[in-house]
């Protein structure tokens, strides 16, 4: 089973990678992640594109968590 995280990503106006909803109940909900956060790092990686998100998320194992920086109103959040 690949890694999920259970997010619909989207572009903002300055091509930066947000989240423009959470799926109920998935990982992304569990810690926290909410729409219009900002997608920074996933896994020490910086994320350029919705893309290398992708990429980064596919390279990740589901049997650990896999940490995340985001920023959400101006705030800088790592995440589990």
Known sequence: RPP???IIPSL???N???VKSVVPDSPAAKIGLAT???LI??????ITSIRE???ILQNQSV????PIVCQR???TTGLP
């Open 4 to 6: 999920y995280l259970g």
């Open 12 to 14: 903002d106006a300055n």
């Open 16 to 18: 930066q990678v947000i």
């Open 36 to 38: 219009g956060d900002r």
């Open 41 to 46: 790092e996933l896994a020490g990686t910086p």
């Open 53 to 55: 998100l992708t990429d």
């Open 63 to 66: 049997e650990k968590p896999t």
């Open 73 to 75: 109103d101006g705030t």
